[in-house]
C-alpha cells in the first residue's frame, strides 16, 4: 500500500526556510514530486526529482530558493524552502504517480507571514 506523509510546515517570517519531508511507503526508486496548493488557487508543480535525483524540474517561481533532494535509503524526498514570501503561503504536497495510479499525501501547511 502506498502513503505518502509530509511534515515540516509552519509559520515563519518572510526570508525565512523550512525543510519538508515526505516519507514514503509502499515503494521505491520512483520519481517523486512536490505540489502547492494557494488559497483559492489551483494545485501547481513546485519541482520533480528522479528516482536516482538524475533530473530535476523547478518552476521558475522557485528557482533559486527551493531545493529537492532524496534519501533512498530512508525512502525520503525533502525539500529545502529558503527566503520564503508570503507567495509561498500554501499547502504543499506530495506526489507519486505508480504504476499507473496518482498518489498524493495529506499535505503541510506553509504559511509565511510576519
Known amino acids: 500500500q502506498v502513503q505518502l506523509v509530509e511534515s515540516g510546515g509552519g509559520l515563519v517570517q518572510p526570508g525565512g526556510s523550512l525543510r519538508l519531508s515526505c516519507e514514503a511507503s509502499?515503494?521505491?526508486?520512483?520519481?517523486m514530486s512536490w505540489y502547492r496548493q494557494a488559497p483559492g488557487k489551483e494545485r501547481e508543480l513546485v519541482t520533480t526529482i528522479t528516482s536516482a535525483a538524475g533530473a530535476i524540474y523547478y518552476a521558475d517561481s522557485v528557482k533559486g530558493r527551493f531545493t529537492i533532494s532524496r534519501d533512498n535509503a530512508k525512502n525520503t524526498v525533502y525539500l529545502q524552502i529558503n527566503s520564503l514570501k508570503p507567495e509561498d503561503t500554501a499547502v504543499y504536497y506530495c506526489?507519486?504517480?505508480?504504476?499507473?495510479?496518482?498518489?498524493w499525501g495529506q499535505g503541510t501547511q506553509v504559511t509565511v507571514s510576519s
Open positions: 506526489y507519486v504517480a505508480f504504476r499507473g495510479q496518482n498518489y
Open positions: 509502499g515503494f521505491t526508486f520512483y520519481a
